[in-house]
C-alpha cells in the first residue's frame, strides 16, 4: 500500500491504496502527468503500510516494556549478585530471611537486613539490586526516603548516591530483634 498526494498547479490528489489501483487511476485522471510522476520518485515521502512494508528495526516501545531489567553488575564494579550470595552464607540467614526481609516485613526492616548481613556502605540502588536479586521488589527511591528518616541507625557518606552504614547500636538492635524468637 502506497500514500501518494500529488499537485499541480492549481489541482491536487491525494491517493492511498495498491500501486496497481494508484497507476490505474493516475493513468485515467492524471495521463499527461502519469510517466513523470511514475519515473521519477516524489519530492515527499511515501507512506508505505500494510504486507507490502519493507522490515523496518521496530521502534521500542515505551514503558515498563523497553525498561532494562537490573543489571547483575552496576556501573560502579558491585556484582550484586556476588553479594546476594554473601547474605545467603551468612550464619543468620534463615532468621534474615523469614523477619527481616520476606513479603511480610516491614520495608525498613529488608533494608537493614541487607545492610546488616552485607556490613559496608550500599547506595539504595545497591539495596534495590540485592532485594532484587533475592526475589523481593525494592523501589530505590522508597529506600531513599525511609533511609533518611531513620537518622540515628544509619551513617550516610556522599552526595551522589548517598551511601549508608548502620550504626553499632543499630546493628546490635537488630542482631537482639532477629534471635527474639530463638531464644
Same mark, same amino acid.
Given at each position: 500500500?502506497?500514500?501518494?498526494?500529488?499537485?499541480?498547479?492549481?489541482?491536487?490528489?491525494?491517493?492511498?491504496?495498491?500501486?496497481?489501483?494508484?497507476?490505474?487511476?493516475?493513468?485515467?485522471?492524471?495521463?499527461?502527468?502519469?510517466?513523470?510522476?511514475?519515473?521519477?520518485?516524489?519530492?515527499?515521502?511515501? +507512506?508505505?503500510?500494510?504486507?507490502? !512494508?519493507?522490515? $523496518?528495526?521496530?521502534?521500542?516501545?515505551?514503558? *515498563? @516494556?523497553?525498561? &532494562?531489567?537490573?543489571?547483575?553488575?552496576?556501573?560502579?564494579?558491585?556484582?550484586?549478585? +556476588?553479594?546476594?550470595?554473601?547474605? !545467603?552464607?551468612? $550464619?543468620?540467614?534463615?532468621?534474615?530471611?523469614? *523477619? @527481616?526481609?520476606? &513479603?511480610?516485613?516491614?520495608?525498613?526492616?529488608?533494608?537493614?537486613?541487607?545492610?546488616?548481613?552485607?556490613?559496608?556502605?550500599?547506595?539504595?540502588?545497591?539495596?534495590?539490586?540485592?532485594?532484587?536479586?533475592?526475589?523481593?521488589? &525494592?523501589?530505590?527511591?522508597?529506600?531513599?526516603?525511609?533511609?533518611?528518616?531513620?537518622?540515628?541507625?544509619?551513617?550516610?557518606?556522599?552526595?551522589?548516591?548517598?551511601?549508608?552504614?548502620?550504626?553499632?547500636?543499630?546493628?546490635?538492635?537488630?542482631?537482639?530483634?532477629?534471635?527474639?524468637?530463638?531464644?
Amino acid at each position: 500500500m502506497i500514500k501518494l498526494q500529488i499537485k499541480v498547479g492549481t489541482s491536487e490528489i491525494q491517493l492511498e491504496g495498491k500501486i496497481e489501483d494508484v497507476e490505474l487511476i493516475l493513468s485515467k485522471h492524471w495521463e499527461p502527468y502519469v510517466d513523470a510522476i511514475i519515473s521519477t520518485p516524489p519530492p515527499q515521502p511515501i +507512506e508505505v503500510r500494510g504486507t507490502d !512494508k519493507p522490515s $523496518a528495526t521496530p521502534k521500542p516501545r515505551k514503558g *515498563k @516494556a523497553t525498561r &532494562a531489567k537490573h543489571k547483575a553488575t552496576s556501573e560502579n564494579g558491585k556484582d550484586y549478585q +556476588e553479594l546476594t550470595n554473601i547474605i !545467603k552464607e551468612h $550464619a543468620k540467614f534463615d532468621a534474615l530471611m523469614s *523477619k @527481616a526481609i520476606n &513479603a511480610n516485613a516491614s520495608a525498613i526492616d529488608r533494608y537493614k537486613g541487607v545492610l546488616f548481613a552485607l556490613d559496608r556502605e550500599l547506595s539504595a540502588v545497591d539495596i534495590a539490586n540485592v532485594l532484587t536479586e533475592l526475589g523481593v521488589k &525494592a523501589d530505590r527511591s522508597n529506600i531513599l526516603k525511609s533511609l533518611n528518616k531513620q537518622t540515628s541507625s544509619f551513617f550516610k557518606n556522599g552526595s551522589n548516591p548517598v551511601c549508608f552504614r548502620m550504626t553499632q547500636k543499630a546493628k546490635d538492635d537488630f542482631t537482639a530483634w532477629l534471635s527474639e524468637d530463638d531464644a
